[in-house]
């Protein structure tokens, strides 16, 4: 019985302890390809290129991005969903991770259950923009939409996008009826807000930024807890009574499902490391994005919290991308 019990003992000191050490003497067994579902020269690249070549540095092994655009960003997240789960392919995924399996009927995959999470990689709000030199709020926006139904048109940056299902939302939530124009990205809607051909739309400050400098377009709401230091007087959606639209956009770094813990803590450690790296904060900072950062299980409850959220707003539409 004694012998039992120091067993038992001597078991619950060694087992984290050897947990440790497998920690400390896994290493990739090959280059880390780290696949991006957009073309080169967007935020999630550029960001998966700051933190990979720093994320190599504490490996010791080469991290290498391998850009898989298309079908609304299933072609990266199928190849990454079939890799083996070996630590030696990672994937930068988006807000429309979390999205399109309820938009596209393809997306056979479950954001949850078929990945592993490493970590939060940083959040940048989503803003409702507006023509500007027209005094527009989002509240009078809304007022004129329950006047005249069917009468405002609103932009979005495609069909089953994110910035589509906060346009459902903020529909569904004020009980309002809009025309919804889809656009190929942001940057067509944006020409289309400041020529006045739709009254409004969501999308990042980065992205709107050239478009604002130069007077286009005036933000009026943004989706984060906070109001934004870089615009001050604009209202939170919270603050304007819309608390439900109040979901940021966010970045992370996944594997395939299966991952073992001492390779997914490592992996996290080296990720937490890039993010801490003042020349690699100001680059994502620049990009929009606010560094984050975490344990794995932290960034877990986001996706599984965000899929409830967009697979709700989705279904209660029916949006759907074919």
Do not use: C
Not at 71 to 94: C, N
Not at 95 to 109: G, H, K, T
Not at 182 to 202: C, K, L, Q
Not at 282 to 303: I, R, S
């Amino acid at each position: 019985m004694m012998r039992r019990t120091l067993l038992r003992a001597v078991a619950a000191l060694t087992l984290p302890l050897l947990g440790a050490v497998a920690q400390a003497q896994w290493a990739p067994a090959k280059p880390i390809t780290l696949v991006v579902p957009y073309p080169a020269g967007g935020s999630s690249d550029v960001l998966a290129r700051v933190l990979g070549k720093s994320m190599g540095d504490v490996l010791k092994t080469p991290v290498v991005v391998d850009n898989r655009p298309g079908a609304g960003t299933y072609i990266g997240t199928s190849f990454v969903q079939h890799a083996p789960a070996d630590g030696t392919t990672l994937y930068v995924v988006d807000v429309p991770f979390a999205v399109l399996p309820w938009v596209l009927s393809s997306a056979r995959y479950d954001p949850v259950k078929d990945f592993t999470p490493v970590g939060l990689v940083g959040t940048a709000a989503q803003v409702f923009w507006g023509r500007a030199g027209q005094g527009q709020t989002l509240p009078g926006l809304i007022a004129r939409a329950k006047a005249q139904p069917g009468k405002v048109a609103l932009g979005t940056a495609g069909p089953g996008t994110s910035v589509h299902l906060l346009v459902e939302m903020l529909q569904q939530h004020t009980g309002t009826t809009t025309v919804v124009s889809h656009y190929r990205g942001s940057a067509p809607m944006f020409v289309d807000i400041a020529n006045g051909t739709v009254e409004g739309g969501f999308s990042t400050y980065a992205s709107a930024k050239p478009l604002l400098d130069a007077g286009k377009i005036a933000p009026l709401a943004v989706t984060s807890a906070q109001r934004q230091a870089a615009m001050p007087t604009v209202p939170t959606v919270t603050e304007l009574g819309l608390a439900p639209l109040a979901l940021e956009h966010w970045w992370g770094v996944v594997g395939p499902a299966g991952l073992p813990r001492p390779v997914v803590e490592k992996l996290n450690a080296a990720l937490q490391t890039a993010l801490a790296d003042p020349a690699n904060r100001a680059k994502l900072v620049a990009l929009g994005v606010d560094p984050a950062g975490g344990a794995p299980e932290q960034f877990g409850q986001l996706v599984a919290s965000e899929v409830k959220v967009w697979s709700k707003v989705a279904r209660d539409a029916n949006v759907k991308m074919e």
